[in-house]
């Protein structure tokens, strides 16, 4: 059983289009990652979310922490072919750090 | 992107042979991981070090050794490789305990 859920597991949406897509836990987090990962390749940190209800912006992605620390979202503005990838968040808890198995994203031109 | 490499990129290995893999920074970062990544499970820790000769064990560290005898390299050893270990294998730095940058992995097949 995964410590951490994301959900959907696939995504397969059009340029353009908006999404948001999932991480939840019932443990609370020292601090939350968001990475994303693409074929043979591995993850990129894209951001680190420490303070309950934080909010982070990154050019169209906007990440948001949960309010107790146990979940996370990140949506995409007008999703591009280039976001295509794996979403990875990672959560830590005094250097456990567990990942989730990823969303896997698509977005077709 | 940070300095890290790992080594070697691709490994075919036979049951019951021992294996190790390399991982290397020129970061200077005090923390370096090694997870493995298998379809539906996501990246699982292993082991990981918190500095030279302090290591400490993950959530997947049975049939697996590490050593760190200096700040750059960290080895991870299969004694005795099975085909569960089939799966590719990330090294991971850090400065901050919780931002981790990764290396390009190894995929490593036991037949």
């Known amino acids: 059983t995964q410590l951490l859920e994301q959900s959907p597991q696939f995504l397969s949406i059009q340029e353009g289009e908006n999404l948001t897509v999932y991480c939840n836990s019932s443990s609370v987090f020292s601090s939350l990652q968001w990475y994303r990962q693409e074929p043979g390749e591995g993850p990129v940190l894209l951001v680190t979310v420490v303070t309950g209800g934080e909010v982070k912006k990154l050019k169209r992605l906007t990440f948001q922490f949960g309010d107790a620390r146990k979940d996370s979202s990140l949506h995409i503005t007008a999703a591009q072919p280039g976001d295509t990838g794996l979403y990875l968040c990672a959560g830590d808890n005094n250097n456990d750090m567990r990942f989730g198995a990823g969303t896997r994203l698509t977005v077709k031109p | 992107d940070a300095g890290i490499t790992q080594s070697p990129r691709h490994k075919v290995t036979e049951t019951g042979t021992p294996v190790t893999l390399r991982c290397h920074q020129t970061?200077?970062?005090?923390?370096m991981y090694w997870y493995r990544q298998d379809p539906g499970h996501g990246l699982r820790l292993i082991h990981y070090s918190y500095g030279v000769k302090d290591t400490d064990k993950g959530e997947v560290s049975d049939g697996y050794s590490v050593s760190r005898s200096k700040t750059e390299d960290f080895l991870l050893t299969l004694e005795s490789a099975t085909s569960s270990q089939t799966s590719v294998y990330f090294c991971?730095?850090?400065?901050?305990?919780?931002?981790?940058?990764f290396g390009p992995g190894t995929r490593l097949t036991v037949t």
């Open positions: 970061e200077n970062h005090r923390y």
């Open positions: 991971a730095i850090s400065d901050m305990a919780y931002e981790q940058y």
